[in-house]
């Protein structure tokens, strides 16, 4: 019909949740969660600023919960850029949620209002850690390397991604290399990491595949709240 063509953006959005314990044990590593991906920027920090309700958390659980940009700037160097949301519930676990941008490669569209792309994706996520800590601390460096329609696709990207053949950068480059065996979904560094690796100076590289959905139902809010 005419006038129902679609307009491919240049770039898409994604809503990622970071989800970081008080009180983690040792090794225990962040949750990660991707929400969903937006053709707009403005679709996607709404989306952002409505996930936590969606998902059956209720605002009596946070002793903050901060959504304004001015309350937000101040907090990006320690908490990440992108940040659309920044949530610390009554037992010090911290949520944010941030938006992350990036090409896009795969032309994706979407015909919701909401401007969400309603397809299965995958998401190649690596975190960062300086210094000799398997603990994800919500400062260092969390990011979206990839984003795939397949698991395979993103599976192989992941094993990968701390390698570099043109800089000569190897396992062997590494003090620590681990990665997932050919059957498993993670390397017992984390849910759904793929890959972890510690460097020369001690830093520590966590490389996951994330399958995006969309937050779950209050129990698993209540689960987080618990644990």
Known sequence: MA???????????HVMLLISQAKAPVGQTEKIRILGTYTSIAKAKEAAHCSLYNGGYEREWFSTFE??????????????TGLAVYAVATDGTKFRL?????????????DEQDGRVNIPLYYVVQTSVPYCSHKREPAHDTHIEGVFKSYDEARA???????SEEDGITTSSYQDYCEA??????????????VHATGNNEDNYFVSVVM??????????EASLRI
């Open 3 to 13: 006038g129902s063509v679609q307009t491919i953006p240049d770039s898409v959005y």
């Open 67 to 80: 959504t304004s940009a001015d309350a937000l700037e101040p907090l990006a160097t320690s908490e990440g």
């Open 98 to 110: 941030r938006i992350s941008t990036s090409p896009n490669t795969l032309q994706l569209k979407s």
């Open 157 to 163: 990207c992941a094993s990968t991604a701390l390698l």
């Open 181 to 194: 065996g050919e059957n498993e979904r993670d390397c017992e560094f984390g849910e759904n990491v793929i």
């Open 212 to 221: 995006g959905q969309v937050l779950e139902s209050v129990r698993l809010g």
